[in-house]
């Protein structure tokens, strides 16, 4: 297992905002293919936001593991169905709306394959037809909010994407700090890069994940009339 970093954008998501909507409906972030093929089933994501908690700082306000990838248009899926053994467990029709984003849900499945060999088959179809937005997904019940007052980590600064983390090490001194003086807010330096030896030898179990296809439907045009 692995794990990553990735910032939400405070003009975009505040904190509070992020994580009530993400216990109604659950997250979903968009992800390149070649990030995406160096994930894996069950990798955890830390999020973290300049100045989530009124300080200028980063702090970490949230995790949650990789456990389905949504926004895959229907061709891409039925591609991916093809290819792999999957189970369908959904048959979707649900819209839920994010920010000024509608995502309707289609088809979704069991698949047992590994997150490399999905990216690459979608890589190949993304050069045949549209495969959608990809992103990385969970369900409400799986976002880990962060124990207040939120960390903070004074040399991590924006940047768009994902990039390795050690939430594991991170958390173990976030713990220790806490357990001295558990209203102090915990104060964090250095890049926290993980070792280039963890998450690499992880052994999937069957059917580790879920794809699920959408439509993504940009609601800004709309919001705009209605402000008229």
């Known amino acids: 297992m692995t794990e990553w ?10 904190v509070s905002k992020f994580l009530k909507e993400a216990n109604e409906v659950g997250v979903a972030l968009t992800v390149s293919l070649e990030t995406l093929r160096n994930m894996e089933w069950n990798d955890r994501i830390a999020l973290m936001q300049v100045g989530g908690a009124k300080i200028k700082s980063t702090v970490m306000f949230a995790e949650f593991p990789l456990d389905r990838i949504t926004g895959l248009s229907a061709e891409a ?8 053994p999957c189970v369908i467990y959904d048959l979707g029709g649900e819209k ?6 509608a995502l309707n849900t289609g088809f979704a499945y069991d698949i047992d ?21 990809p992103m990385i997904a969970c369900m409400p019940d799986q976002i880990e909010a962060v124990e207040r007052p939120l960390p903070m980590f004074r040399d991590l600064t924006y940047r768009t994407g994902y990039r390795p983390f050690d939430l594991a090490g991170a958390t173990e001194r976030i713990s220790k700090q806490r357990s001295l003086n558990r209203k102090r807010r ?3 330096g250095g890049q926290w890069e993980p070792d280039a030896s963890e998450g690499q030898d992880t052994r ?10 959408a439509i993504i439907i940009d609601l800004t045009p709309y919001l705009e009339l209605d402000t008229l």
């Open 5 to 14: 970093l990735r910032f939400i954008d405070k003009s975009d998501y505040h």
């Open 77 to 84: 899926v039925k591609g991916l169905t093809g290819k792999f």
């Open 96 to 101: 839920i709306i994010r920010l000024h984003t």
């Open 113 to 133: 394959a590994s997150m490399k060999d999905l990216a690459e088959v979608l890589m190949d179809m993304e050069v045949l037809f549209e495969i959608g937005v």
């Open 186 to 188: 915990p104060h964090l």
């Open 204 to 213: 999937l179990e069957k059917f580790a994940g879920d794809i699920e296809s």
